[in-house]
């Protein structure tokens, strides 16, 4: 299926973005340019060897103020925008979609958006995620009571069920598990694969339960 163009993922997210009090769009920009700080030094000291105080140096705030921002040097890795924006695109999505279609056409448009201008970071970050044992624990829980308990909520809300409901807890696994199946893939070789497209096979596929 075909993918959004990238101008109209790029703007779903300004503008959801400008949308946020002026606070809050200060707080987001400290808390990018950190991150960016962060990934480089990341990539060029290695991940055990980078330090809170060297982050907070290169970004030229205090370790104080890092903490204030993420609670961890993991969740400098972990934390990103897109949750509340799935959150709001799904709700946008006809009410006649099932669930699973409706979320494959928001993640078609976030991935449109992210290969368009976050492809690099979002590589190191994903490749961080993969290689460092730390992570790899934080990311299970972070997705948990996270991304999982986003999705659990808006198939609750589509499905007219809990959001406890076995069976919606076990799709939402599900689709995590797919997503990360792509991920993973193409961690493998990025300069060869289209991360958009892996995502919205292994969803197809998904969606077709699976056949072999």
């Not at 987001?28 to 980078?50: P, S």
């Not at 497209?197 to 056949?211: Q, T």
């Amino acid at each position: 299926m075909s993918t959004s163009h990238p101008e109209h993922a790029i703007d779903r997210l300004e503008e959801r973005l400008a949308r946020l009090p002026l606070r809050e769009r200060k707080k987001l920009r400290t808390r990018r340019a950190i991150q960016d700080h962060a990934l480089r030094l990341f990539t060029e000291q290695g991940y055990d060897g980078t330090t809170v105080e060297q982050i907070a140096a290169a970004a030229e705030i205090s370790p104080s103020t890092f903490f204030r921002y993420f609670p961890t040097k993991e969740d400098v890795v972990l934390t990103d925008e897109y949750d509340p924006l799935i959150a709001e695109m799904f709700r946008e999505q006809p009410p006649e979609t099932p669930p699973l279609e409706a979320f494959r056409a928001v993640i078609r448009e976030i991935m449109t958006q992210m290969q368009a201008v976050d492809l690099p970071a979002t590589r190191t970050r994903l490749r961080l995620m993969a290689e460092v044992p730390a992570l790899r624990g934080r990311m299970a829980e972070t997705m948990r009571v996270g991304t999982r308990a986003v999705l659990s909520e808006l198939v609750a809300e589509r499905t007219g069920r809990r959001g406890d409901d076995p069976e919606v807890e076990t799709f939402s696994w599900a689709v995590l598990g797919v997503l990360q199946a792509a991920l993973y893939r193409w961690l493998e070789n990025p300069e060869e694969l289209d991360l958009a497209a892996l995502i919205d096979r292994n969803l197809e596929f998904l969606g077709r339960g699976c056949p072999l």
